[in-house]
């Protein structure tokens, strides 16, 4: 198999992640230009199983993928595995869970 | 009146702002100014708290909280009063509930007698009384908001508190009733924002998506920062934001960004009793320094719903803070933590099961993702905080402190640091860190009226 020839993090000026609320934890994507977010999006390359692969989450888990065209970005929303600052949580407000988005795999 | 202007001088209250920027958002003439005060960002602690400690006597659970919320309100009283407009208070104390309302409220009047200022306050309060909670419930009126499970009756019996996000109405309406202050309880984020423009005939998608980018103070500029002024100028067909302080600007970019930041779904701003379209939005700059937002169009449900927010009482929390730069600690962690687990449960077996709990968190190896981490452990050194919950304060610190002595000391095959397994960087080592709580109610609940549940008060203060 051939190696992929870009990540995520090669076409984005902005990848973080947030809480939407305790029970959510959503993601988005800030592309360098609107062609570089035509191009992802058009390309169809963000699918749901390649999100629940890279976090290793049921693909039931991911509530949404959309793509927001006035700030080129993609956002997409992931159900928390734990409710923010319920015992045994990690991060409560969820602002470090974007590194597996960084790093996903991209063939275009 | 053909404009308004709207005043954010920062994104929570006691996250403070440059006096420059004040003043210069004051010389814009503002309306009137909107402080947000409270997120369940933080975590459930702030809503399931007992005591405030607001007035500085006695301690209370956020007496630190409110000590820098007071630096904040200071200087913002002094301008609204001095300029003659409302200062709006929203979510006060963190989270909204009663206590938390009446705390803001007395830090209010104290410094108003210290400063020898005088208005009407207004209080609105958000707490949902629980028989109240339960009698929605049974009529099935009450629905998750997101992957959370069905509400129960002992939900409702468990929760600390349960406090309700109030819409824009509660506002407009202590605005109608005179209100130059008005002390908030649980808010939807724009609202505050929004209330003074749509008592005056603005449009309410405008008014609520700048609201929206408003309650952040200027994290939607370019440098961002939450601890600083944004000046949102509405219109009849758009609005226009702009932060005061000048080394900062707003961008197309930055402010198109905004319309994403914690939010599950960027095309529709969902808020009590409707939702912002977004769909048609257009961000173009207005001058080199703020961007011009047109198109954001209000469609309200045919069913007014607010968002129930309560959070359940767990125990308490004591714990450790350690590392260990031994490589051969470091390649037995797993087996000397998962020792120390079953040591523990047989050291307590008298607390009752499922009462408390013992976490770790390796930092270093998977502490920040837990289980969604994908790389594999490499490093010379590794931090370790050890948190236990029990039932009262002295069984947790109990739990910490023999777990953090048994993990010092245990032995294990080729181990050769037979002194101590842990470096502590603090004495004492196990700290008492009070309540814990949990996010036990986050649902829908139907309501006859706006208004219903938010209870305005008024009262002169200062004469």
Partial sequence: ?108 | MDEIRILSPTAILGYGFPVDSLEEGMSRKPHAIAVDAGSTDAGPYYLGIRSVGADGSRPGELADFFRTMSADLRPLLRAAVDAGIPLIVGSAGGAGGNLHVAGIAMLVKRIAEEDGLSFRLATIKAEIDPAIASEKLREGKITPLGPVPDLTAQDVDRAVRVVAQMGIEPFVEALRLGAQVIIAGRASDPSMFAALPILNGFDPGLAIHMGKILECGAIAADPGSGSDVMLGTLMKDHFVVEPMNAARRCTVKSVAAHSLYEASDPWHLREPGGLVNLERVSFEPETDRSVRVAGSEFVADSIYRVKLEGAEFIGYRTICIAGTRDPEVIGHLDEILDQARLRAGEQFSDLPLGKWSLHFHVYGKNAVMGPLETESFHGHELGLLIEAIAPAQEQASSICLFVHAFILHCGFPGRRSTAGNLAFPLSPQDIAAGPVHRFSIYHLMEVNSPLEFFPIQLGEVGQ
């Fill in chain 1, 1 to 108: 198999m051939n190696q992929p020839a870009l990540r995520l993090s090669d076409l984005a000026t902005v990848i973080r992640s947030k809480n939407a609320g305790p029970f959510l934890i959503t993601l988005d994507v800030f592309f360098k230009d609107a062609e570089t977010f035509s191009r992802v999006r058009d390309s169809g390359a963000i699918t749901r199983q390649e999100i629940a692969e890279v976090y290793r989450v049921p693909e039931g888990d991911i509530q949404e993928i959309t793509f927001f065209e006035p700030a080129a970005a993609l956002k997409i929303t992931l159900k928390r595995w734990i409710s923010s600052a319920a015992p045994g949580d990690t991060d409560v407000f969820g602002a470090q869970q974007h590194v597996p988005l960084m790093n996903l795999p991209l063939s275009l």
